[in-house]
């Protein structure tokens, strides 16, 4: 399978945990998107990185959630110390460089329960 | 705020007939419009998409039209068939250098057979 990877699809944790979501993007890809969606909302960008750099955190919340994307692996989206409200499908997309006049495609989406 | 709009929830649209799925958007930096296609429990799959220095676009079945002086797109998938239920997500890009999608809310589409 040559598409967007996420893994795992489904994740429980409880409040105050920590969440970890993965994401391998499509082979040549070196652009990565997450996004997430609340329930009857569309997909809302959260953070881009390329490898070993964030470019833009904009949508990010400014605590608990982190982004990277290493040299080498998946880029890992992490959220500490979980709440209710985070519970949410996590998209991650990729794009051979930068959108704006490529698509990004999209993986299976992360949906994360928080109890 | 919400830059992207679809303001209809839900369409319904007999086999064989034309959808038309709408779309608006507020930001007269956009320059790249995408259409996305979302069944349950699966990521957005890529439909079509219009730069903005055109005004159509047609693959196949499914054409989209951009009218900038209204900031307005649209979606026309003929015929429509049973296998085009899903919801259906506008999405656009700008040139101010963010390289992040505006959605839509999006637009559940069924066809009825």
């Known amino acids: 399978n040559a598409g967007v990877m996420q893994n795992p699809r489904h994740l429980v944790r409880r409040r105050g945990q920590e969440a970890r979501l993965r994401c391998s993007p499509m082979?040549?890809?070196?652009?990565v998107y997450w996004y997430r969606q609340l329930p009857e909302e569309g997909l809302k960008f959260m953070v881009y990185?390329?490898?070993?750099?964030?470019?833009?955190e904009s949508g990010m919340p400014k605590e608990r959630f982190s982004a990277e994307f290493p040299k080498e692996g998946p880029s890992i989206l992490r959220i500490q110390q979980v709440v209710r409200g985070d519970s949410a499908a996590y998209f991650c997309?990729?794009?051979?460089?930068?959108?704006?006049?490529?698509?990004?495609?999209f993986g299976p989406g992360t949906r994360l329960t928080v109890t | 705020d919400q830059q992207v709009k679809q303001n209809s929830p839900s369409l319904s649209v007999q086999e064989g007939r034309i959808s038309i799925l709408n779309c608006d958007y507020t930001?007269?930096?956009?320059?790249?419009f995408l259409w996305y296609k979302k069944y349950p429990a699966e990521g957005p799959t890529f439909l079509i998409s219009?730069?903005?220095?055109?005004d159509k676009n047609e693959d196949g079945r499914f054409t989209v039209f951009l009218n900038k002086s209204a900031k307005h797109l649209s979606l026309h998938i003929v015929p429509s068939q049973p296998g085009d239920s899903a919801v259906y997500f506008c999405?656009?890009?700008?040139?101010?250098?963010?390289?992040?999608?505006?959605f839509g809310t999006g637009t559940r589409l069924t066809v009825i057979p």
């Open positions: 999405a656009a890009s700008g040139k101010t250098g963010a390289n992040n999608l505006f």
């Open positions: 930001n007269s930096m956009f320059d790249y």
């Open positions: 082979k040549g890809h070196s652009h």
């Open positions: 990185l390329q490898k070993e750099n964030i470019i833009d």
């Open positions: 219009i730069s903005s220095i055109k």
């Open positions: 997309a990729s794009s051979p460089m930068a959108s704006g006049t490529y698509e990004q495609y």
